[in-house]
């Protein structure tokens, strides 16, 4: 009996342990496995269908330019590139994923957001930035710092946090995620242009705001 429970306990460690790793990419079973929209000839793994590894080639792990700006002529002022599994397929399963953020010079922000399913390390190439991030319930810290070429700053995942050029002339940024595809949430724009809205009765409430003030935010045009 003593032998049994040693191996009931064990199992449900194991399925605890599992539970809690599903919240993130699982660690891959091959080699790599290259995403596919041909139902037919894949296996599903992951949230993508794998390519027959025999047919993989290089292209399949390449993506090019990320040298070039993104247009940050928008009412935030930034622009983010992203690269993951959907621009490259064999990002599936790996785990990891890229971006690049252009800020404009003075006031380009990337706004409070979250990605709910990666942490993202953050490294300034150009100009300053003012970056933060807030956590969870009760105590809703906020750490903040500014950063200048080659400093790196990391965002836990399912925080929010945010990015703000201080400075006069353009800032460039580049940042690794722990997800093949980290998901974004943009809090103004999830909370105020919703499709549909959100009964305008629960945000006055819940934000303390007149309920024209809120209708007047659910009326705007909000960028992720």
């Known amino acids: 009996m003593k032998g049994i429970h040693s191996v009931l306990v064990v199992f449900a460690l194991l399925a605890f342990t599992c539970s809690l790793a599903s919240a993130f ?10 995403a596919i929209n041909d139902l037919k000839n894949g296996v599903f793994v992951n949230g993508k269908f794998c ?3 025999k047919l993989a080639e290089a292209d399949d792990f390449f993506y090019s330019g990320l040298n070039k700006p993104g247009d940050t002529s928008n009412k935030v002022g930034s622009n983010v590139t992203t690269v993951n ?28 957001h979250t990605h709910p399913r990666g942490t993202e390390i953050l490294v300034v190439v150009e100009g300053t930035l003012y970056v933060g991030f807030v956590t969870s319930n009760t105590d809703n ?17 399912g925080l ?30 999830a909370v105020f242009g919703s499709d549909p809205p959100i009964n305008p009765d ?23």
């Open 141 to 157: 810290r906020l750490f903040t710092k500014v950063l200048n070429p080659g400093d790196v700053f990391v965002f836990p995942i």
């Open 51 to 53: 390519k027959d590894p």
């Open 202 to 224: 629960v945000l006055t409430k819940a934000f303390q705001l007149d309920k024209n003030v809120v209708t007047y935010l659910q009326s705007r045009f909000w960028s992720d």
């Open 85 to 112: 599994v959907d621009q490259i397929p064999g990002l599936n399963t790996l785990g990891i994923s890229l971006v690049r953020i252009d800020y404009a010079p003075d006031g380009g922000l990337n706004p409070p």
């Open 25 to 34: 990419d699982p660690s891959p079973l091959q080699d790599f496995c290259v």
């Open 160 to 189: 929010i946090h945010f990015q703000f050029n201080i400075g006069k002339s353009r800032a460039v940024a580049f940042a690794g995620l722990s997800s093949q595809n980290a998901g974004v949430i943009t809090i103004a724009k």
